[in-house]
């Protein structure tokens, strides 16, 4: 079988002969360029355009790249070798070769962050003095410049290559880093990605002769960046185009392309939890009863015999979640729930957890097979290029040849010099390093222990809850401690009742009745608008200022909170069938009476399942067709 090896026989004889070549030449971008190329024919990315896949070879935006930075060349005539220009671009082939051409243009991409507002965004271009972006959409006071501006099929620039790329912090806050790499500090990280590959075998792993990686995370992120772009574009790999983050896109785009790697945030993993635990659950006790059963079989078994058990017992699962393609998954960038890892493991996955951050790169991965470190959220040990130190209070350093060459923060450059404190707390066993939170997050007790929300928070989720936070609040007493919890706008008397029984027991349990100070149930999702983890500052300096909609037992119920559910889901019905609420009744048939066709109906279905995270039929149902009867499946599956 071709595995597109550049004639190699094995994987690692490729890998090693592509490494030897970067070994001996020049370790810098022109030579990274050249190498991660050279393999032409190899497919590049795969994105699906209707019936038709579109694929794009290495050769192809390769050739593009070269073209593209001769057309920036000429447009920006003026600006000096290693000039700053920004890219701000969605993952695609043309994300990829515009990255290329500023580099091939003699220029350093500074490489912006999509999350973070227009003024952050202006200010991090202040600041390193970028004056032109390639943007569809964004000139954040710069000069832009289209991508379809720059020819694919002319002369390239035939200058010198830019010798720098500039990162973006991942910016919970607007207060933005940017972190530098060189081509040095990327050569020591693809060497550092044959590590993995030689400790963990399955990690190579193809499904018919490819490896694919799903683009979820941005390539402008460092995770994305480095774990995902750098590493397995130098082995010329390919990637295949997401083009939304809903859960049928997921689905449909992993097994139409027969997607082979995932790397993603713990949110992504939670939310695909979640949802797979939901519809076993809609299958019957039977189901459920059977499906914790082979859990707790897999659990007490020994590693080998657990993963063989797996693979058998829960192929029907895997089957309906991603497929039988998938042949590794990584998850990164902040805690991930023992629950989360254990069911994907346990189904006959190999869900990982890695470690890195903007101004280090990636610089651990945990490599081992054991249930131990998988289901522990280890990180692993730090890589051949990195070091690992953890202080008396616990938290982690790094220091080695793989971090950012400088970083710029608050408008002063600042080069590594030892060892980076990284804010996180760690732990380490037997070689393998955990990450047990963020230092700022601690929180001081009444009895002055410190509460780590990251360990605390698992141990006080109750089961019909959105989420939980707990956070820590200025008082007339001093900093107290506050678990919000996500209970959504339409939850009924009965069930708040009963998560709010629930917690305080689960406080109890945990020996923390004296720790945490206050319950605050809020109708508003902890997370907002493309954030992947809790921002605990802001949602700190929200509850201060009274932003959420606390809900309580004691409010009234009944008629208004039903009433308010079903108008909710008029108004969804307005949308679909273009029309004024006013003619849609909490009775009206989607079908016969408002003359809806399917196509619209399962389109608002799939709407109503993203903001309910409740599994509706693929096919519809009895009942599903009015608002009324759409509201009453809600509360009983469980949504509000």
Not at 228 to 244: E, G, K, M, N, P
Request: a negative charge; proline letters at 3%.
């Amino acid at each position: 079988m071709d595995y597109g090896l550049g004639g190699y026989k094995t994987i690692n004889a490729f890998v090693e002969a592509k490494l030897d070549r970067f070994e001996k030449s020049a370790h810098d971008l022109e030579t990274m360029f050249g190498l991660m190329f050279s393999e032409r024919e190899n497919v590049m990315y795969e994105k699906s355009e209707g019936y038709r896949i579109r694929k794009t070879t290495y050769g192809e935006a390769q050739d593009a790249a070269l073209s593209m930075a001769g057309s920036l060349g000429t447009l920006l005539p003026g600006l000096e070798h290693n000039s700053v220009v920004g890219l701000y671009l969605d993952n695609s082939p043309e994300w990829i070769e515009c990255f290329w051409a500023i580099i091939a243009a003699g220029f350093r991409p500074l490489l912006f962050n999509m999350r973070l507002s227009d003024a952050a965004l202006a200010d991090a271009a202040r600041t390193v003095g970028c004056t032109a972006v390639i943007s569809e959409s964004r000139d954040l006071g710069l000069r832009r410049i289209d991508p379809s501006e720059l020819a694919k099929d002319g002369e390239s620039a035939g200058r010198p290559f830019g010798e720098e790329i500039l990162v973006m912090s991942s910016g919970t806050t607007e207060h933005v880093k940017i972190c530098a790499y060189s081509g040095e500090e990327f050569y020591r990280q693809v060497v550092d990605s044959y590590n993995i590959i030689k400790r963990c075998r399955i990690v190579k792993k193809h499904c018919e002769g490819s490896l694919k990686l799903l683009t979820f995370l941005p390539f402008y992120h460092v995770f994305g960046l480095i774990a995902v772009y750098i590493w397995f574009s130098f082995f010329s790999r390919t990637f295949v185009h997401l083009a939304d983050l809903s859960a049928e896109t997921v689905v449909n785009t992993i097994r139409r392309h027969k997607v082979t790697h995932i790397f993603a945030v713990p949110l992504f993993w939670e939310r695909v939890y979640s949802q797979a635990m939901k519809t076993i659950r809609s299958r019957g006790e039977k189901t459920l009863a059977k499906f914790e059963r082979g859990m707790k079989i897999y659990d007490r078994l020994p590693d080998a015999a657990a993963r063989a058990f797996s693979k058998i017992a829960f192929r029907e699962v895997r089957d309906g979640l991603f497929g039988s393609s998938i042949r590794f998954l990584i998850t990164g960038g902040s805690a991930v729930p023992t629950e989360v890892l254990r069911f994907f493991n346990g189904i006959g996955y190999r869900l990982a957890n890695g470690y890195g951050m903007s101004e280090i790169g990636i610089t651990s991965f945990e490599t081992s097979a054991k249930k131990k470190y998988l289901l522990g959220a280890f990180v692993g040990a730090p890589m051949q290029y990195a070091e690992y130190g953890i202080n008396g209070g616990g938290e982690l350093l790094v220091r080695g040849k793989v971090i950012a060459k400088y970083v710029i923060e608050d408008g002063v450059r600042k080069e590594p010099d030892g060892w980076f404190a990284t804010r996180d707390l760690a732990e380490c066993e037997n070689g393998h390093y955990r990450i047990l939170g963020r230092l700022d997050d601690l929180i001081v007790a009444r009895g002055g222990e410190n509460l780590n929300p990251n360990l605390v928070e698992p141990l006080v989720t109750p089961k019909g809850a959105h989420g939980v936070c707990l956070i820590g609040c200025d008082s007339s007493e001093g900093k107290v401690s506050v678990l919000l919890v996500s209970v959504g706008k339409y939850i009924s008397k009965e069930k708040l009742t009963a998560i709010d029984e629930e917690t305080r027991g689960l406080i109890e349990s945990a020996g923390l009745s004296g720790q945490i100070r206050k319950i605050a149930y809020i109708a508003e999702p902890l997370l907002t608008g493309d954030e992947f983890k809790l921002n605990r500052r802001r949602l700190a300096d929200e509850y201060s200022r009274g932003v959420f909609t606390e809900k309580s037992a004691d409010d009234p119920d009944g008629a208004e909170q039903a009433d308010a559910l079903t108008a909710r889901i008029i108004s969804y019905f307005s949308v679909a069938l273009d029309s004024e609420e006013g003619g849609i009744g909490p009775d009206s048939d989607f079908f016969l009476d408002c003359g809806g066709g399917s196509i619209d109906y399962f389109a608002m279905i799939s709407k109503l399942r993203d903001e309910f995270d409740v599994p509706f039929p693929t096919e519809g149902g009895k009942g599903l067709n009015t608002p009324r009867g759409i509201a009453d499946f809600i509360k009983r599956s469980g949504g509000i």
